[in-house]
């Protein structure tokens, strides 16, 4: 397959060295997801959303939520060992192999390891700990880049069909909506199976499929923004927190994170799902902001405001959301 690529790093040869899988061809950085745009109206009646909604900058003394949300794992479908590397479970395929040193290559379905005979294991999980920075990274781009991929196969055009809070939303191509514009409309006659939620979106007929993958895009995360907002308001009272900010990510390993100091990071895919889940993670966060770290008391904390959140958290993990 010509789109193979191969990432490797072997530990102790010199970067040239043979041992080394094929260099990683040119390949894209995903796109920037396009700000949210403050002329694009919706009939849900969203209120107006600052521009700067998506501060990428906010990152700083959040907790990592890669042992609970899903999906902050990697298995290789040959994997026999694993590993916790920064504390994302790692599945990976470990081979034997005549060689001199412990050699690391990522490819399309995971992390293999191979070793020579006489490396014992312990010093192979060392090495897989000193490396932990680069595999996830790679492991991590590997994933984005299928992702990519998938999403070229996507057909952005008229009558495409997304997910948005758990239901099917069509797309339509309405240039008398004015440019940039995007409205809901629901069908309550729909055929049973059939999308009710139309998507008006200001665009010509001739629009690109990047054109209206940007719009859709731009529509749902200032949906996010808007539900996101008003789920937190809803459950900070009843948990006795106070949040201060919320931006959205895209983090592809992350649903959510929030800080010490009110600051709550949620992915803006989540608006993807429907309500209840939605509703688990934006309490999952703000109960960090009373215990910060997964013990007993956490849990009894998200349970309090969200009993069910068990299930929910297992409809997050499972899943599969469109990659964009
Ligand atoms: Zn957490």
Redesign the pocket.
């Known amino acids: 397959m010509n789109r193979f690529l191969q990432l490797a790093l072997d530990l102790f040869d010199p970067p040239a060295s043979p041992a080394a899988g094929p260099e990683a061809g040119p390949h894209p950085r995903p796109k920037a997801p396009p700000r949210a745009r403050p002329d694009l109206q919706t009939s849900l009646g969203a209120a107006p959303v600052p521009s700067d909604a998506i501060c990428p900058q906010d990152l700083a003394p959040a907790?990592p939520?890669d042992q609970?949300l899903a999906p902050a794992s990697f298995a290789h479908p040959g994997a026999n060992r694993h590993a916790l590397l920064g504390g994302t479970r790692v599945a990976y395929e470990f081979k034997r192999a005549r060689r001199r040193n412990i050699g690391f290559s990522v490819g399309p379905e995971g992390l293999t390891v191979s070793a020579p005979k006489w490396v014992p294991l312990y010093e192979v999980e060392s090495a897989l700990q000193s490396k932990s920075a680069w595999i996830l990274r790679k492991l991590d781009e590997m994933r984005e880049r299928a992702q990519r991929i998938e999403t070229a196969r996507i057909d952005w055009r008229e009558g495409a069909v997304f997910p948005f809070l758990g239901e099917q939303v069509i797309v339509v191509l309405d240039p008398r909506q004015g440019s940039g514009c995007g409205i809901l409309q629901a069908d309550p006659n729909a055929l049973p199976g059939v999308a009710r939620h139309t998507l008006l979106l200001g665009l010509p007929q001739s629009a690109t499929p990047a054109q209206v993958r940007d719009a859709v895009q731009a529509w749902l995360m200032r949906q996010a923004t808007r539900v996101f907002t008003e789920r937190l308001d809803h459950f900070a009272p009843l948990l006795g927190v106070r949040w201060k900010k919320l931006s959205l990510s895209s983090a592809s390993t992350r649903w959510g994170t929030a800080s010490a100091d009110g600051a709550i990071r949620l992915n803006w895919r989540l608006i993807h799902f429907r309500m209840p889940v939605i509703d688990y993670v934006v309490a999952?966060e703000l109960s960090?902001l009373r215990v910060m770290d997964?013990s007993p008391r956490f849990w009894d904390t998200v349970a309090t405001v969200v009993p069910d959140y068990e299930a929910l958290r297992g409809q997050l993990r499972d899943e599969a959301l469109p990659p964009w």
């Open positions: 907790v939520l609970v999952h960090h997964h």
